[in-house]
DNA sequence: CTGAAAGCGCTTACAG
DNA sequence: CTGAAAGCGCTTACAG
């Protein structure tokens, strides 16, 4: 059998010092240099770690939860890294929990988090329902949102409409006539709703009101399955509008097998600017928003409310448009800027 | 303000039995059927729901740990979002950490997970060094070791030589003469050097020994670099081996822009099965290894030994040749099996 | 600058 | 079937 594990009072002992000088030492607090090297000698020798979990009295855990809505998307990928990466450095322990795109499994989620006594919740929202906020008003504990608006409390959102606009116009200014929207289910507000509207808006300003739309999850089966509806429905769509890129991927499938030719035929766009767009053939025209930024924002925010520092009410992350070659120009003024 | 947070002693008061009852309550142990309903009554009013860091003193934490090497790759996505669901269904907490490929932090990830007293902990290792090794045998609790071989205990690993020989045979079959093959560095022990040693060994059964090599991390402009790097060696390559998809997603990106053509030019071929990889165009030729199967026998495993069930020392998931279209025939004999 | 004591929210023999 | 008591590995006033 190897070593038994090393508690604190084994350290104290073997460095010959009270525990409770051991638990200064690990906390910051006032420990005489000679002591502290006796300390070190020990923890070094044994390799010692305290219990991050056995705080149970201290005022602040270090650790902060982050509920996301799936562990397997891009975009949740990319928010985890970068909000792990901060508190890392900054020495809190992230604890990450999954909801699998289940909203009660998300209440589950933060509730449990709460009760685990963490310093703080980033919550990447599948959506923010009044349980939700019941939630958050009765936790004690700082809570930041992620990726959905969040009027009573701090969120951090992506200009979700006005890069629906932006996209929308895009395909109205190219001249597109008969559009499809392949869309998420409305739980997801921020996606569901106000990309859509944004998407919708700005084609309504070049007189497209009459869209197509299917509806699905965020899968590549998912975009499949609506492309094939939207092409039942319609089989001369010119433009092809997805909530993400991954549903574009799907599009792309479905399109390439019933011979649509991209752009000629029909235009595709997403949303996402994943590495993997830019390779499709052609080149996927989407707009990209910055998840890491998202992800460094929340991070940054929810241990400066920690603190007590005044933090901003909302913060919204930046997009940036990517012109790819799966948009075609049907008509006059295609040069302008939108 | 709220409510206060509610304790196990609050619980026990306002039900009118003593706490201990209400422990054996959430641990399954004898509580009378009608203690049982009163007991369900309060904690349901006040949603309450034990904290699971401070079951200090009882033998089973009922968290496991899982130490990936990114947060941010399709693989590990998916071997977290198995083992999560995997865990979550039988009541136990899953806490993930992330090496962010650094060897160190893998190491500190572990020992940190031992150090909390988690019942059992699946590592996706990078490398399993000495290091890691001692770490292992010291640790009183139960450690599988995911995608790399273990001798001295348990793992579960994707057959990458095996993997990398087919694909080197495929090649060889079709015809090719001068190979290019993108790889990652060593510490990788099993895309690093079994891998490798698989295409190797599978080129050179066809006579092809004088391999092109790259090596890289991960990612998409590391598989960019290197296809530069090939070219620049021998402008002459008839074939490109990228140890992942991603690779090759950059080595599409550079082939096609200095204007050879996918598979007539140059065949591709990665490891993967990506979503993405069969849009491509041409549709990339690839081998899938089953991480949701890896995630799954590698959470099935951790309980069974954490029960004292037995388990197999190693256990090998299967792989699966996706053929696409990026890799030509240039030869006799190309529609044999391989 | 340091240590003994009390306490955090649980679990676990143990006695009833 | 149940509760009082001791204990898990820490932290925190407090007294020195």
Redesign the interface.
């Known amino acids: 059998?190897?070593?038994?594990?090393m508690t604190m009072a084994d350290i104290a002992e073997l460095s010959g010092v009270g525990k409770s000088t051991v638990s200064r030492y690990f906390n910051g607090g006032y420990v005489k240099q000679t002591t502290k090297e006796k300390i070190q000698k020990v923890i070094e020798e044994y390799?010692?770690?305290?219990?991050?979990?056995?705080r149970?009295k201290a005022k602040k855990s270090k650790v902060i939860g982050v509920v996301v809505p799936?562990?397997?998307?891009k975009i949740a990928?990319?928010v985890?890294?970068s909000i792990?990466?901060y508190l890392r450095d900054r020495d809190y322990t992230?604890?990450?929990k999954?909801s699998?795109h289940d909203i009660d499994l998300e209440l589950q989620n933060i509730?449990?988090l709460?009760?685990?006594?963490v310093d703080g919740i980033l919550v990447s929202a599948i959506t923010v329902t009044k349980e939700h906020k019941k939630i958050f008003?009765?936790?004690?504990i700082p809570v930041v949102v992620l990726a959905q608006d969040y009027e009573e409390g701090i969120s951090i959102i992506d200009d979700d409409y006005h890069a629906g606009r932006y996209i929308g116009r895009y395909i109205g200014k190219t001249g597109h006539k008969k559009v499809g929207y392949i869309g998420v289910y409305e739980t997801d507000e921020a996606v569901g709703i106000r990309r859509k509207q944004g998407v919708f808006d700005g084609l309504a300003e070049y007189g497209i009101t009459d869209i197509i739309t299917a509806k699905s999850d965020y899968s590549?089966i998912g975009g499949q399955k609506n492309t094939r509806e939207i092409l039942e429905k319609a089989e001369d769509v010119d433009a092809i509008i997805c909530a993400t890129d991954?549903l574009a991927?799907g599009a792309?499938?479905i399109l390439q097998k019933k011979g649509y030719k991209i752009p000629e035929d029909v235009s595709v766009a997403g949303f996402g600017g994943?590495?993997?767009s830019?390779?499709?053939?052609p080149e996927l025209t989407t707009l990209k928003f910055d998840s890491y930024g998202m992800g460094y924002l929340g991070a940054e925010t929810i241990l400066k409310m920690i603190k007590g520092d005044p933090v901003s009410k909302k913060q919204i992350v930046e997009y940036e448009f990517i012109e790819g070659k799966s948009v075609l120009c049907r008509g006059h003024g295609c040069l302008e800027k939108v």
């Open positions: 059998m190897g070593k038994q594990k390799n010692y770690e305290p219990n991050a979990f056995a149970l799936t562990l397997n998307s990928s990319r985890m890294t792990d990466r992230t604890l990450i999954n699998d509730q449990w709460i009760n685990q006594n008003e009765e936790a004690q590549f991954r991927f792309y499938k994943y590495d993997e830019s390779l499709l053939t």
